[in-house]
């Protein structure tokens, strides 16, 4: 068969495909459903059944989550307000109380968190495993490269509309496919090995790669445990798990807010007020910095109305910020140190505080 007959069936098909889609109504059908995404109503059913998203295209509120992103990104385009900050703006402009921690949405989320540099970087990873993977699939095993070419413009178009990116049961078959199809084959480049000395600089660069996440690690874990123990009224274990915490790493504002929600509860205002501005310095932009300032500050005595309102200003959508802007309104010293233990005590209850994040 001639390239030129090859060609025309090729084309032939094609424009049977598309006949065929427009005779069964698919134009109307994609239209119809376009706009019940953008409608942004919920999937989920009054009982809470999941399900309705298999056969419902609606985004189940994710347009909300992407201006948030956009607004931000827009705020701060060339540096962002940094990684993991998605939280925070959320909290900050979101228009209705919904908890979330992710933009829904990977390249959105880089551009509000780390701007224009962010954004750039990931598209030229993408761009490089994408180009790489276009490359293989012109060789012998086009069929191989093809279909994983394939498979990675799913995973990025799906990283556009989710966050499920960021489990490794998905990713992890993304970038092994990348690594296969960036890895020398043939030629020069096949049989290239670096040199003794290359090889050592590499393995210090691994190790030195492979601090950071260890001290995450061994910090997470004794946070963990420190919140669980916080809100069993255990305040023995939670401030010994809350300082090893911070021993691993002692720039998250987390184990010093455990330490002064527990001086609070040992009656030791003082105490509780120095941890809780240690945990307002590490994270400023945190509603749950200033709120427990605010209650630490009334303990002692000392006006907390500004770290109020400024977890109000925060977090406007939050019942506890409100509670607390309300609450502190009196300018009584007495007042203050009663109500800052309600306070407490409704925060500990869990209806609206998280002190490690999902």
Not at 277 to 302: F, K, M, N, V
């Given at each position: 068969?001639?390239?030129?007959?090859?060609?025309?069936?090729?084309?032939?098909?094609?424009?049977?495909?598309?006949?065929?889609?427009?005779?069964?109504?698919?134009?109307?059908?994609?239209?119809?459903?376009?706009?019940?995404?953008?409608?942004?109503?919920?999937?989920?059913?009054?009982?809470?059944?999941?399900?309705?998203?298999?056969?419902?295209?609606?985004?189940?509120?994710?347009?909300?989550?992407?201006?948030?992103?956009?607004?931000?990104?827009?705020?701060?385009?060339?540096?962002?307000?940094?990684?993991?900050?998605?939280?925070?703006?959320?909290?900050?402009?979101?228009?209705?109380?919904?908890?979330?921690?992710?933009?829904?949405?990977?390249?959105?989320?880089?551009m509000a968190e780390l701007g224009v540099p962010g954004l750039a970087l990931l598209l030229i990873l993408l761009a490089a495993v994408f180009g790489g993977m276009a490359r293989r699939a012109r060789g012998k095993q086009r069929s191989l490269y093809g279909a994983l070419l394939a498979a990675g413009v799913v995973w990025a178009l799906r990283a556009g509309v989710d966050w499920d990116w960021e489990m490794p049961v998905v990713t992890l078959g993304f970038f092994a496919a990348a690594g296969l199809a960036l890895s020398p084959r043939g030629?020069?480049?096949?049989?290239?090995?670096?040199?003794?000395?290359?090889?050592?600089?590499?393995?210090?660069?691994?190790?030195?790669?492979?601090?950071?996440?260890?001290?995450?690690?061994?910090?997470?874990?004794?946070?963990?445990?420190?919140?669980?123990?916080?809100?069993?009224?255990?305040?023995?274990?939670?401030?010994?798990?809350?300082?090893?915490?911070?021993?691993?790493?002692?720039?998250?504002?987390?184990?010093?807010?455990?330490?002064?929600?527990?001086?609070?509860?040992?009656?030791?205002?003082?105490?509780?007020?120095?941890?809780?501005?240690?945990?307002?310095?590490?994270?400023?932009?945190?509603?749950?910095?200033?709120?427990?300032?605010?209650?630490?500050?009334?303990?002692?005595?000392?006006?907390?109305?500004?770290?109020?309102?400024?977890?109000?200003?925060?977090?406007?959508?939050?019942?506890?910020?409100?509670?607390?802007?309300?609450?502190?309104?009196?300018?009584?010293?007495?007042?203050?140190?009663?109500?800052?233990?309600?306070?407490?005590?409704?925060?500990?209850?869990?209806?609206?505080?998280?002190?490690?994040?999902?």
């Open positions: 068969m001639s390239a030129w007959t090859r060609r025309g069936a090729t084309i032939a098909a094609v424009v049977a495909i598309a006949a065929a889609g427009v005779a069964l109504g698919l134009p109307h059908a994609a239209a119809r459903d376009w706009s019940r995404f953008m409608a942004g109503t919920s999937t989920q059913s009054a009982s809470g059944d999941l399900r309705g998203r298999l056969t419902d295209p609606s985004n189940d509120g994710r347009t909300d989550l992407w201006r948030v992103a956009l607004h931000a990104f827009a705020a701060a385009p060339l540096h962002g307000h940094g990684a993991g900050t998605y939280q925070t703006l959320w909290e900050r402009g979101r228009p209705r109380f919904i908890y979330t921690v992710n933009a829904h949405s990977l390249y959105l989320q880089a030629g020069k480049g096949a049989h290239w090995a670096p040199t003794r000395g290359a090889r050592l600089a590499l393995g210090l660069l691994c190790l030195l790669g492979a601090v950071l996440p260890v001290t995450i690690i061994g910090s997470q874990r004794p946070l963990a445990q420190a919140e669980r123990a916080l809100y069993a009224a255990n305040c023995t274990a939670a401030s010994s798990a809350a300082l090893s915490s911070i021993g691993w790493l002692d720039v998250r504002p987390e184990p010093y807010e455990i330490v002064g929600y527990c001086d609070l509860q040992r009656g030791q205002p003082r105490e509780a007020l120095a941890a809780m501005h240690e945990a307002a310095r590490l994270d400023p932009e945190s509603w749950e910095t200033y709120y427990g300032l605010a209650l630490a500050q009334g303990a002692a005595g000392i006006d907390p109305r500004g770290s109020a309102a400024r977890a109000l200003q925060l977090n406007p959508t939050e019942p506890l910020t409100h509670r607390a802007v309300k609450a502190f309104a009196a300018a009584s010293p007495l007042a203050w140190v009663a109500r800052s233990q309600a306070l407490r005590v409704a925060a500990l209850a869990g209806e609206a505080l998280s002190l490690v994040p999902s």
